[in-house]
């Protein structure tokens, strides 16, 4: 997925009153995990036949809905590894594409 689609998704979000901006922004992130669940298994997978070991992650997924937890965060593991930092905004922020990231 690109930067300029998500760009215009996110552009859109100050006229989420419309039901229409709400559903395409949702489907879109629905997409977009879906995608990176798919990247996941396929790279877990070529890891694996190299002799690693690998368990992939699943994008968006919670061990507890109150307070909300993840199973593993992304966004720390992409802090840690220097791709960003956290802001202020509790996002993870790159040089390149700011907080529009997943």
Known sequence: MGIALLDSIVDQLPQGFERAVAVSYRHH???????????????????QKEGYNALPIPASERSEDHPIKAVFSHKLAANLAGLGWIGKNCLLITPEAGPRVR
């Not at 997409?31 to 070529?46: E, F, G, H």
């Open 29 to 47: 992130y629905d997409i977009t995990n879906l995608r990176l669940d798919l990247l996941a298994a396929r790279v877990a997978s070529m890891l």
